[in-house]
């Protein structure tokens, strides 16, 4: 596996509640754009799945009123 990482240029297209996200979304979490792969509801809140530039997977838990700013990438 190569170490070179991939440069994607991101446009910010739209600011979106935690309940408009989708999978494949490219949001901004802790300053990195990320790719949502999953978005689930809990009691006071939802949980947000996602992967980094590296492939590393995390989930972030945001309650109700949480807004993301949305991202495409640039051609």
């Known amino acids: 596996m190569s170490d070179t990482m991939i440069n994607m240029d991101f446009i910010m297209v739209d600011v979106l509640n935690v309940d408009q ?36 997977d995390d989930l972030v838990e945001v309650d109700d009123y949480a807004q993301f700013n949305l991202y495409v990438i640039a051609e």
Do not use: C, R
């Open 21 to 56: 996200l989708e999978p494949n979304d490219y949001i901004m979490i802790d300053g990195e754009i990320v790719q949502v792969t999953n978005v689930a509801s809990i009691k006071n809140g939802y949980v947000i799945a996602y992967s980094n530039d590296f492939g590393e």
